[in-house]
């Protein structure tokens, strides 16, 4: 049973430019997190949603940044002309549709390693 | 507003010897809380979780204790292995409008001396 997956692990891109990060849950699993990791900090919460539905955007940034997880594909989070700020790690999570206690663990993907030049 | 704080940034523990580290929330409305483990360049991966409900949970090496009173909660780790050295992070969970929002802390950096 492969875990959450994230790709490109490594992303370089110039300021102006778009970055598109996808995520693919874990097999049976319908929600998807999205969290940012800057250097030396904790991961903060961004964007949580089920398929084709956003539940709580409260944690993205209100311009530029996207997220969407479609009926068929995986989730992507689209950062629409970076700056150099959006230079961090982001971590997709995944958990089930339960909501009972064993089923409110989240698991997290490598993360893919945002780089603004 | 830092709702959930890991004030030691790093802990050294001898191999074998008890690691503890120690987490503090502040909002009343977390109901569930999770440590997760995590290397360089990889992504947290889940140690053990406890419900509010509860005052400890156990799995192995590890035990998680839960003070609601004092809005604090801890990871034990016994015997500390050199395998066990990583960024550690605590996290507390509520559910809102469906959703199980997690909030981490800063994160502690255990390193076990051989």
């Known amino acids: 049973n492969a875990g959450v997956m994230q790709n490109p692990r490594h992303l370089v891109r110039r300021r102006g430019q778009e970055a598109r990060l996808r995520c693919s849950p874990m097999?049976?699993?319908?929600?998807v997190y999205w969290y940012r990791q800057l250097p030396e900090e904790g991961l903060k919460f961004m964007v949580y949603l089920q398929k084709e539905n956003i539940i709580d955007e409260s944690g993205m940034p209100k311009e530029r940044f996207s997220a969407e997880f479609p009926k068929e594909g995986p989730s992507i989070l689209r950062i629409q002309q970076v700056v150099r700020g959006d230079s961090a790690a982001y971590f997709c999570a995944s958990s089930p549709l339960a909501n009972y206690d064993l089923h409110k663990t989240q698991y997290f993907g490598p993360g893919t390693r945002l780089t603004v030049l | 507003d830092q709702q959930v704080k890991q004030n030691s940034p790093s802990l050294s523990v001898q191999e074998g010897r008890i690691s503890i580290l120690n987490c503090d929330y502040t909002n009343s409305m977390f109901d569930y809380f999770l440590w997760y483990k995590k290397y360089p360049a990889e992504g947290p991966t889940f140690l053990i979780s406890?419900?509010?409900?509860?005052d400890k949970n156990e799995d192995g090496r590890f035990t998680v204790f839960l003070n609601k009173s004092a809005k604090h909660l801890s990871l034990h780790i016994v015997p500390s292995q050199p395998g066990d050295s990583a960024v550690y992070f605590c996290a507390a969970s509520y559910s809102i409008q469906g959703a199980q929002k997690l909030v981490f802390g800063q994160g502690t950096r255990l390193t076990i001396n051989p």
């Open positions: 406890i419900s509010s409900i509860k």
């Open positions: 097999k049976g699993h319908s929600h």
